[in-house]
């Protein structure tokens, strides 16, 4: 895997949220590289920061979020270092963004056509108008829609044909990373692989890098190349999707591979024992430690680095600690 | 936007005493806090005024007439006798009582109202949507214009309340029914009804204290339809013209030429007083909105 | 597709717009029946005395007692009533015996409207854009400072802004006309629509100025209590519609600010059309008053002098032709709204 180039390096990414009862650490110092073409999925319980970071990566933080520090190399521009305008610019160019749009992401009142073409008009390509309206047609045919949805509103479309249209639309500029914020959990399991099959093959054309984030561990081990596990803000664990199912390292990823259905326990629900965390509340130490089978009296006290093994896996617990 | 690289902050939880919470929230609702602050002065100045005033002298012909404000009347009078700092005292608050008398019997009613319509629901509900419909679309005013057209001088000052009440009712039954309807659909209640409890009981007792803000934000802005809707009548020569209200003092500064005797301060005490109160209204009731569903934090 | 369930809410709708109406004339028709005595054939002899031609007080009160039909059972009374108004026969005025109130209503109608649209046009068009202009990304906070401002003129009824607008600019000032539609003195130019009503002719050049110069303060004491509403609502869509999915989309697309901005606009625009309605049933509950203040001869203005001569027919009269028309543009507005907001189908709800 690292013969290949870097597309995103990310290095300690810390966003903060100032709430009522004070100020919650949603991404807390995550640092990971994503290379070119790669497909890198992001699992973790629910609230545990992976919009947040989608988000930031976009840096489209917006208060009372801010992002405190951190570092995204893509190429060697370092996203957080650009100016408004020039962020403004690579979004969408250099990193894209597939929202879980099938429901509200299309703005209402306006065509399809014109949605995609506002986007490549504000690129500055300077294209006609002719030229965008053909662009704008043929990114709806790359994702298996007809032309005639150019003319279209959103509130005519199904579910399905949302979702590619968004597709389409985050894929139009050709972005070099891009970021899917569980882009398929509306819909049913049919279109779901449809759509995925779509975003994986526009993907494998521009060869462009994503990360997917979902719930759905199946999608998960059939679509991507490696896995990042996200416990209270930090990275737990990133492997291989092949590593992290079948020998996973981080307690918290094996007690999540466990929980997945087998069909030899029928019938049996596994759920993590203990509750989700809470940022507001977190323990000292390892943030896992209350929940972890193999908890040790470190764990309580001291924040566990973030490693690298051999076979290159990240790590952050003190099980693997030097 | 930079990007400080300091090093991590640790989440942290101040511990904050709950007069300073009470402070940071007014800040982040500075409806409610000037509303409240405008409600304490007012309190205030009925309290030292009442200390100071003849009731009597609010009355026509009581002291000498358009005077204009002196050591003897700081207010002055209006051009009928009255001491315009008596009729500030005590009007305020017969205009506040009249709004309060209305407001009360239409939330009343449309609390009532509203929690039988999702109660009962089946054609009790529907026939009760369309009369809220109805009523929600009729202007109130233009019925009572009518009413107490008909019913000329003749209305007290809680008949007025009354016939208000009539049209006020029907905002608050709306809420009340969707409010109590999606009750329903919680878990909880669910889960009441499963363990055989009175699911009725349980939305009550739950709804009441859920409600609360915001039943009190209907409440305040009943009170203010309810002081417009009896100022109008008293502009129109409807209300009650004995009694020392504010809306009374309008009819006969509009009707008797106040502002071009160069009369100011017949002009102002009404018009300020009456000011003063819809602000307050308007202010209290749209930060008890705010403290029923506050809107996403904003900044810090 | 558009269309779907366009019948059920249309009947639905016209179901509500008939019973406001229903409901309007059943008030009408009850309430004189609750208060004491016979207050028609009271207020006519108030009126007229009995010293006055006594003719016309029996003709008035043989004329009601045959509109109202006194004697007969209530039901028939009520048919009767309902056959009535539905036909248009709103009866005489008593104060202006023998003019027809439709007539009087027709006439002064107008006059109320010539106040209420343009005050309602206005206040919408100037509030909806300065709500935008809050919503502006990066605008300078200071524009903030405006909001109270706004905020006191939305909270406070426009009977009380036409007072202290008289008091600054007509009386202090001086540079506006205290009161009426006219300069006492001036002969304006009318076009008589029937044998007792007529309207001014606004092609007439010094008619038309006079009409202006004494419009002008009370269509901005109706104006300026409705702007802070426009403006807080339309500012509320906005950061409403900053918060949807679609704008983070949007804004992942890598638009401009600008566009961004028209982006919001467009949306946050149309949901205030609803408003339109209820602005204009509020515009014209204040014009009323605000009509009585400058003593101008609107649909305020009849029903004050018809308070005070207890001219009963031509109140409840106008309170249903008011009523009838509100109901009416909500109706229209209703109707038309899901034509106008691609977010909207008829087929909802
Ligand atoms: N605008 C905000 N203001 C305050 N706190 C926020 C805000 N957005 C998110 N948070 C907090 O940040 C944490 C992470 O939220 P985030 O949406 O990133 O979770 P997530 O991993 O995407 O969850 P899910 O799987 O449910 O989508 C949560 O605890 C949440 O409460
Ligand atoms: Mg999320």
């Not at chain 3, 028939?76 to 104060?95: A, E, M, W």
């Not at chain 3, 906005?238 to 704008?247: F, L, P, R, S």
Request: glycine share 8%; charged share 15%.
């Amino acid at each position: 895997m690292s013969d290949r180039n870097i597309a995103l390096s990310v290095k300690n990414l810390v966003v903060q949220y100032y709430t009522d009862d004070g100020r919650i650490n949603a991404v807390n110092g995550v640092s990971f590289d994503l290379m070119e073409g790669e497909r890198l999925g992001l699992v973790g319980e629910s609230g545990c920061g992976k919009s947040t970071m989608a988000l930031a990566l976009m840096r489209m933080i917006k208060p009372p979020g801010k992002i405190l520090s951190g570092e995204a190399w893509i190429q060697n521009f370092n996203l957080y270092e650009l100016n408004y305008e020039d962020m403004r610019m690579a979004r969408a160019h250099m990193i894209g963004m597939i929202p879980q749009g099938a429901m509200n992401s299309l703005v209402p009142v306006l065509r399809i056509k014109d949605q995609i073409m506002d986007t490549i008009q504000d690129h500055k390509l300077g294209m006609s108008k002719e030229q965008m309206l053909e662009r704008a047609c043929e990114a709806l045919e790359s994702v298996g829609l007809s032309r005639r949805v150019a003319n279209m509103y959103p509130h005519e479309l199904s579910g399905g044909m949302k979702q590619r249209v968004c597709a389409a639309i985050g894929l139009a500029m050709k972005p070099k990373v891009i970021i899917a914020d569980e882009p398929t959990s509306a819909l049913d399991v049919i279109t779901q692989r449809q759509v995925m099959e779509t975003i994986g093959k526009l993907q494998d054309q521009t060869k462009a890098s994503i990360i997917m984030i979902t719930h759905d561990m199946g999608l998960m081990a059939q679509f991507v190349d490696r896995v990042a596990v996200m416990y209270a803000g930090k990275l737990a664990e990133v492997s291989t999707v092949k590593d992290a199912f079948t020998n996973p390292l981080h307690p918290y990823t094996k007690l999540l591979i466990s929980t997945l259905p087998v069909l030899s326990r029928k019938g049996v629900f596994v759920s993590i024992p203990g509750m989700a965390p809470s940022f507001l509340e977190l323990p000292a130490g390892c943030p896992f430690h209350p929940r972890c089978p193999s908890a040790m009296d470190i764990c309580t006290e001291k924040m566990p680095e973030q490693i690298t093994t051999s076979e290159g896996r990240l790590v952050s617990c003190h099980l693997y600690q030097a | 936007m930079t990007v400080q690289t300091s090093t991590v902050q640790p989440s942290t939880r101040p511990k904050r005493t709950r007069l300073r919470r009470a402070l940071l929230y007014f800040k982040r609702n500075p409806s409610l806090g000037i509303g409240l602050f405008m409600l304490i002065a007012l309190i205030v100045f009925t309290i030292v005024g009442l200390f100071q005033v003849d009731p009597l002298k609010g009355y026509a012909g009581a002291v000498r007439g358009s005077q204009p404000p002196s050591a003897k009347y700081i207010f002055g009078t209006d051009g009928q006798g009255r001491d315009l700092y008596t009729v500030a005292v005590l009007g305020t608050w017969v205009t506040l009582e009249i709004g309060f008398i209305a407001a009360a019997v239409g939330m009343g009613l449309g609390v009532f109202l509203g929690f039988s319509s999702a109660y009962f629901g089946g054609w009790v509900d529907n026939i009760l949507r369309w009369v809220i419909d109805v009523f929600m679309t009729i202007p109130g005013f233009l019925i009572l214009i009518v009413l107490a057209a008909l019913l000329g001088g003749r209305v007290s000052t809680e008949g007025t309340g009354l016939i208000i009440a009539l049209f006020l009712w029907a905002g608050p039954a709306r809420v009340v029914r969707s409010q109590v309807l999606s009750l329903r659909e919680r878990q909880f209640v669910q889960m009441a009804k499963l363990n055989g409890l009175n699911d009725m009981r349980i939305i009550f007792e739950e709804l009441f204290p859920n409600l609360l803000p915001f039943l009190g934000a209907q409440l305040i802005s009943a009170v203010m339809g309810a002081v417009y809707s009896s100022a109008g009548l008293s502009i129109l020569g409807l209300g009650n013209l004995r009694e020392p209200q504010l809306g009374t003092m309008l009819y006969f500064m509009t009707t008797q030429g106040a502002v071009v005797r160069g009369m100011w301060w017949w002009v102002a005490v009404p018009v300020v007083l009456l000011c003063w109160l819809f602000v307050m209204l308007y202010l209290i009731s749209s930060g008890m909105d705010e403290l029923a569903n506050p809107r996403l934090r904003r900044r810090q | 597709m558009k269309l779907k369930g366009f019948w059920g809410f249309f009947g639905r709708r016209f179901l509500l717009f008939i019973l406001v109406v229903w409901s309007a004339v059943t008030i009408n028709f009850i309430v004189p029946r609750l208060a004491p005595g016979n207050p028609i054939r009271q207020a006519i002899i108030t009126r007229y005395g009995l010293t006055a031609d006594q003719s016309v007080v029996n003709s008035l009160v043989i004329y009601y007692e045959g509109y109202f039909g006194l004697n007969d059972p209530l039901y028939v009374q009520y048919f009767r009533f309902l056959k009535n108004t539905f036909s248009g026969d709103l009866g005489f005025s008593i104060t202006a015996y023998p003019r027809y109130v439709s007539d009087m209503i027709l006439e002064k109608i107008l006059w109320t409207l010539q106040l209420v649209l343009p005050a309602t046009l206005i206040a919408s068009v100037i509030g909806s854009l300065l709500g935008a202009i809050f919503a502006f990304p990066r605008i300078p906070k200071a524009i903030n400072l405006v909001v109270p401002l706004l905020i006191l003129f939305s909270a406070i009824p426009a009977f009380l802004a036409a007072i202290a607008l008289i008091y600054v600019f007509a009386y202090k000032l001086d540079l506006f006309p205290l009161v009426g539609a006219y300069d006492p003195t001036f002969v304006p130019h009318i076009i008589p629509i029937s044998q007792w009503a007529s309207l001014p002719n606004y092609l007439h050049g010094p008619t038309f100025q006079q009409i202006l110069k004494h419009s002008i303060l009370p269509i901005a004491a109706l104006a300026v209590v409705q702007l802070g509403g426009w403006a807080l609502g339309m500012r509320g869509m906005m950061v409403t519609i900053q918060g949807e999915d679609y704008m983070t989309f949007a804004e992942a697309k890598g638009l401009t600010d600008g566009r961004m901005f028209s982006y919001t606009v467009r949306n946050a625009l149309l949901p205030q059309i609803t408003g339109f309605g209820l602005a204009l049933s509020g515009a014209l509950m204040g014009g009323i008053l605000v009509e009585s203040i400058f003593g101008y001869p609107g649909i305020g203005g009849l029903i004050n002098g018809a308070i005070a001569a207890k001219d009963y027919p031509v109140i409840y009269a106008n309170s249903l032709i008011l009523i009838t028309m509100l109901a009416g543009v909500t109706f229209v507005l209703d109707l038309i709204y899901p034509l106008i907001d691609p977010r909207i189908s008829y087929s909802e709800k």
